[in-house]
C-alpha cells in the first residue's frame, strides 16, 4: 500500500485529504507543523508527501531541502498561488504544484 505523508496545518482540509485519499486506497499519515513533519519523516518511510507551503516552525519550502536528499516524491498544495512560487517549488523539484481551493478529485488524480 503506499504510504503518504500530509503536511497542512489547517485539521480540516488535512482530514479531507486524507479521507478521499484513504478511500481510494492510500495509506495517509498527517503532520500539522514543519518540525513534526521532519521527525515523522526520520522514523517512518513515505512513497510520497503532500506538502503546504504556510506552515508553523519550518515552512514547505525549508521543509522541501529537507525532504529532497531522501528521494521521496512531493507535491506541493498551497494557497501561495504567484507564478514565482510555483516556479520556485517546481525548480525545487517538486512533482507538483496544486493551488488552493482543490477538489479532492483533483487531488487524487494527481497523486495517482
Do not use: H, Q, W
Request: glycine residues 6%.
Amino acid at each position: 500500500m503506499i504510504k503518504i505523508l500530509i503536511v497542512e496545518d489547517e485539521k480540516p482540509i488535512s482530514d479531507l485529504i486524507k479521507l478521499s485519499l484513504g478511500k481510494v486506497g492510500y495509506s495517509c499519515e498527517c503532520a500539522y507543523d514543519g518540525m513534526t513533519a521532519a521527525d515523522m519523516l526520520d522514523v517512518n518511510s513515505y512513497d510520497l508527501v503532500l506538502l503546504d507551503v504556510m506552515l508553523p516552525n519550518v515552512d514547505g519550502f525549508e521543509l522541501m531541502e529537507y525532504i529532497k536528499p531522501l528521494g521521496i516524491p512531493v507535491i506541493f498544495l498551497t494557497a501561495k498561488n504567484s507564478v514565482s512560487d510555483r516556479v520556485r517549488g517546481l525548480k525545487m523539484g517538486a512533482e507538483d504544484y496544486i493551488v488552493k481551493p482543490f477538489s479532492p478529485r483533483e487531488v487524487i488524480a494527481r497523486v495517482k
